[in-house]
Nanobody, 127 residues
Framework: QLVESGGGSVQAGGSLRLSCVASGYTIRNSCMGWFRQAPGKEREGVVVIDSDGSTTYTGSVKGRFTISKDNAKNTLYLQMNSLKPEDTAMYYC???????????????????????WGQGTQVTVSS
């Protein structure tokens, strides 16, 4: 189970920190990611993090958003700074198996690779 929190309404330029607590399994050896879906749009991968901490961001949030995780707390975070109105969306936490190739693991921002999802938390940014 994944439970998100931390969403809300802020003005452009503001910050929010999302949290996602996992239960029933450990996030240590999983691909973890934040996805978002705006009304009328497809769900997109914002950022994902591998078991070794390597990350992949979508271009529109690079330099503004930071993903992190606390394996001891089994919790995933998303620090969002310099928020823009176009960041307005429902944000979802997701988990999926690591992808292995040549003895190395990696994670993709493709939602089809994620099989556990939280209920979502709304982020609204006003101009």
């Amino acid at each position: 189970q994944l439970v998100e929190s931390g969403g809300g309404s802020v003005q452009a330029g503001g910050s929010l920190r999302l949290s996602c607590v996992a239960s029933g399994y450990t996030i240590r050896n999983s691909c973890m990611g934040w996805f978002r879906q705006a009304p009328g749009k497809e769900r997109e991968g914002v950022v994902v993090i591998d078991s070794d901490g390597s990350t992949t961001y979508t271009g529109s949030v690079k330099g503004r958003f930071t993903i992190s995780k606390d394996n001891a707390k089994n919790t995933l975070y998303l620090q969002m700074n310099s928020l823009k109105p176009e960041d307005t969306a429902m944000y979802y936490c997701a988990s999926g198996p690591l992808i292995w190739a040549d003895s190395s693991s990696y994670c993709l921002r493709d939602r089809s690779f994620y099989n556990y999802w939280g209920q979502g938390t709304q982020v609204t940014v006003s101009s």
